[in-house]
C-alpha cells in the first residue's frame, strides 16, 4: 500500500467522523476499512448514556463490512479532527478475528501517520480452545 | 406501519441473516433498521472468539444508521432462520439513546410476527444525571 | 422484603459508590447484592478511556457473587450520590441469566425506593435458540 | 517477582476457575490479581445467553479489586483447566487504565507459564484526547 493510498483511506476517515455520535467523550471518531476484495466501508462511533453500550467507529465499519459480506480485510484507517485516535483493545480483539496482518492506519493528520500491523498491536491473542 | 410493511422489514432482516457470522452460537441473526426518513439499514450478528466482543445484528443496523448520518428510526425488525430471535438488553440500551417509541418487529416467521415499542421492552430507563 | 431491609441494602450500595472509578463520567454508582443464600456482594462502576470497555456497579455485585460461588439472587440496590441512578439495558440482560424474579431497588435517596422485578425491567427476553 | 510467587498466583486462578459460569463456551476461567499492596482478588468468567453480555475473568477480578478501593495492580494470573487462556484485548484495555506494568501470567499448567508485561500485549494504547 503506498503513502497516497494510505493517506486517501485517512482522509475517508476522516470525512465519516463528521457523522459520529459522541455527545459524552467529544471525540468524534471516523474509520475507513479496506476490503480485499477493493470495496471501502465506514463506521463512525456511536455513544451511549450507558458507557459500555458505545461502538466504537472501527467496530461499526467492521459490522457494515461483515453484513455486506465481507471479512477479509486488507487496511483500517481511523481518524478524529479532535486528537489522535488510536485503536482500543475491544476493536484489536474484534479484528484479530477475521485479519491478523490487517494494516492499521493512524495519525493526528494525513500527514503524520503511521501505519502498524494489527498482530503487532495485539501479540499473543486470545484463542478458543476447541472443545 | 401496516402488517404488509411489518412483514416485507422482517423479510429484510431474514434476509441478512445470511451473512451473519456466528460460528461459536451458530444462531445467525439479521436486522433490519426503518429510519424516520424512509431509509432501511441492515445489519448482522458478528461473533468473535472472545465472546464479550462481538456484536448484535441490531446494533449493526444501528451503527451503519448513524455512519450514514440517520438518527431517528421508526421501525426495528430482528430475524433469524435457526429459532425466534428476540432483542437484547445491549441492544435496547443501545436503541433507547435514539428512539423510545421505535416499533421492535421479530418472530419465528413473517406469519406470526410480534411489534412492541421499545419503551415498553426497557421500561424505566437508564438515564446520565446532569453534571 | 420489608421496606427497611430495602433501605439498608441501598445503603450498602451508597457505601460502596465511594470507591467508584469515573472519572469520565464523573457519575459514581454503587450496587449491593443479596443472595438468596443471605450473602451481600457489592460493585461499583469502573470507567474506562474506551467508554465501552467499563463495566457498570451492578455487574461488578455479579462478577463477585459468581466468583465466590453465588447464582441466585434475590434483591440488588443501585445507589449514587451525583444523581438517580437507575439499571441500564446491559445490566439487565446480564442478571437476566441468573434471577428473573429479582428485585431491583433504586432511588434518589432512601428516603424515595422504588422496587421492580427485573422481569418487568426486561420483558420478553432474549433466549437463545437450543442448537 | 519469582517464579514460585508466579506459580503461587497462577494456582489461585485455576482455583478460582471452577467457579466460572460458562454454559455457552464450556471454556472456564479463573484470574488472580495481585495489587501493590499485598492484596489478592480473583475472578471467574461469566457468560450470557447474549454473548457480548459475558465478563471474562480478568475484569471481574478487576472490578471485585477496585471496589475494595485497589488500584494499582502488580501481577494478573490467568488459568483454566479447558486449555491455555490467554488475555483478550477488552481485558487488556480495561487493566491498561490502571497499570501498565502489569505482569500477565498465563499458561496451560503452571510448569508452563510465560510472563509478560500488559504494555507488551497492547503497545500504542488508545488515549482519549483532553477536552
Not at 29 to 42: C, H, P, S, Y
Not at 50 to 74: D, H, L, N
Not at 93 to 107: C, K, N, W
Amino acid at each position: 500500500m503506498t503513502q497516497e493510498e494510505q493517506k486517501a483511506l485517512f482522509r475517508r476517515a476522516m470525512e465519516a467522523s463528521r457523522r459520529a455520535y459522541a455527545p459524552y467523550s467529544g471525540f468524534h471518531v471516523g474509520a475507513a476499512l479496506l476490503a480485499e476484495d477493493g470495496r471501502i466501508f465506514t463506521g463512525v462511533n456511536v455513544e451511549n448514556a450507558s458507557y459500555p453500550a458505545g461502538i466504537c467507529a472501527e467496530r461499526s465499519a467492521g459490522t457494515a463490512a461483515v453484513t455486506q459480506g465481507c471479512r477479509e480485510f486488507k487496511a483500517l484507517a481511523v481518524a478524529s479532527p479532535d486528537g489522535e485516535a488510536s485503536m482500543c483493545g475491544i476493536c484489536r480483539q474484534f479484528f484479530s478475528e477475521f485479519s491478523r496482518d490487517l494494516a492499521v492506519i493512524y495519525g493526528k493528520d494525513e500527514e503524520h501517520l503511521t501505519a502498524r500491523k494489527l498482530c503487532e498491536l495485539l501479540p499473543s491473542d486470545f484463542v478458543l480452545p476447541k472443545a
